[in-house]
């Protein structure tokens, strides 16, 4: 098999942009470590490529033409779009994967509807991860979106099958890829409650997460995330994408609610690769 | 009352560099090529984050014009509870504000 790692982590633009606002500077530097022995374990996996499952903010798709699924076949993209001095990551180049995407993408399309982009630029929901697990941007990026923004979104359980999809494109190339999903648990970004974690319910999320169970990952619906985990809880897409892609147990490497102005629970984990059944 | 078009104006000047000079150079053409009200037009003249949220914005898109407009964060909470002070509830999307006009960190509590 060729996908050799699986994994999930945080992106909010907080991690990297408010890092000397934050008060608990212990339990951030903590977080920090966790996020470089992530970097460390894919690049012990021996990854040629990365693929980022992202939930993107407005970098590229509008509702003028939302795809519900998206992977980049570029072989070059640009990043952050926001203002760096904000985020705190300069603007820059990241190689991409142009003939690897489109492979994969040709597989994927064998089960999901799957559209793809040769233009994409990277907004905090890709840099964020990249500044941790890449910092020299020397790794081939295939990024890969959730629309997660723009309601109508796509089923959870469609989630799942774009996972699976995912897992047997990979596993039907020769090179070794890792993939890494990207999103907020509980969380209320870019409103007055910025800050707000419901850490009840990140950790029931988690506990199903970390068991891979796909029923109970299935049995959350969103009119019941937008009340109890905020529209940011929608991103919960990209975490179950990779648990199906994964399809072991996972492993919970970090979690805290204690860093609100992140305005997330940060969460670092990594999945158990297993064969299909 | 064109939400889509004014999202779109903030989505393309969020993305773009070349739209950005012109927001700054020259902005009434750049707002002459989106349909936008009269009050969608004086909202992104004067950069009014509060109203632009109340009316809708999606909170992603409102934050990277908010960073883009080089506004502290913390002004940046305050002007959008300022906003639904002064006109109300936020108008549509699934960016309502849910708590109260508290808020929900420390380091924020200070300033």
């Given at each position: 098999?060729?996908?050799v ?43 040629e ?97 959730i ?106 490497q ?21 064969d299909?059944? | 009352m ?59 898109i ?30 549509a ?19």
């Amino acid at each position: 098999m060729s996908m050799v790692y699986a994994g999930v982590l945080s992106h909010a633009p907080g991690i990297t942009g408010r890092a000397n606002l934050v008060e608990n500077t212990a339990r951030r530097d903590e977080f920090y470590a966790k996020l470089d022995v992530q970097r460390q374990e894919i690049e012990d996996s021996g990854a040629e490529a990365l693929i980022v499952i992202a939930a993107e903010h407005f970098a590229n798709f509008f509702m003028n033409n939302m795809p519900a699924y998206c992977i980049g076949i570029g072989n070059e993209y640009e990043g952050p779009i926001e203002d760096p001095e904000w985020l705190k990551i300069p603007k820059t180049k990241i190689p991409g994967a142009a003939d690897l995407g489109t492979r994969l993408t040709r597989e994927v399309m064998k089960t999901v509807d799957v559209a793809y982009a040769e233009e994409w630029k990277f907004d905090h929901g890709i840099m964020v991860p990249l500044h941790f697990l890449t910092p020299k941007y020397d790794l081939p990026i295939i990024p890969v979106n959730i629309n997660c923004q723009g309601p109508p979104l796509t089923p959870l359980h469609r989630a799942w099958a774009f996972g699976e999809a995912l897992r047997r494109a990979c596993d039907s190339v020769s090179e070794k890829i890792a993939v890494v999903g990207t999103g907020g648990i509980s969380h209320w970004p870019a409103t007055p409650d910025s800050g707000k974690i419901n850490e009840q319910w990140d950790r029931e999320f988690l506990d199903r997460l970390m068991r891979n169970d796909k029923e109970a990952l299935l049995n959350y619906d969103d009119i019941e995330t937008y009340r109890d985990a905020g529209q940011g809880g929608f991103e919960i897409r990209t975490f179950i994408a990779i648990a199906a892609a994964a399809r072991g147990a996972g492993e919970l490497q970090f979690y805290t609610a204690e860093l609100p102005i992140f305005a997330v629970g940060c969460t670092v984990a990594k999945f158990s690769l297993e064969d299909a059944a | 009352m064109s939400l889509y078009y004014l999202q779109k104006f903030l989505y393309e000047l969020n993305r773009d560099e070349s739209a950005q000079a012109k927001y700054r150079n020259d902005l009434d053409a750049l707002l002459d090529e989106f349909d936008l009200s009269e009050e969608e037009c004086n909202a992104l003249r004067e950069g009014d984050i509060g109203l632009l949220y109340v009316l809708g914005v999606n909170g992603q898109i409102l934050m990277h014009y908010a960073a883009f407009l080089g506004i502290e964060w913390f002004d940046y909470l305050d002007m959008m509870r300022e906003g639904i002070a002064r006109h109300g509830p936020v108008r549509a999307g699934v960016y309502a504000m849910t708590g109260g006009g508290k808020s929900f960190t420390v380091e924020g509590k200070k300033s």
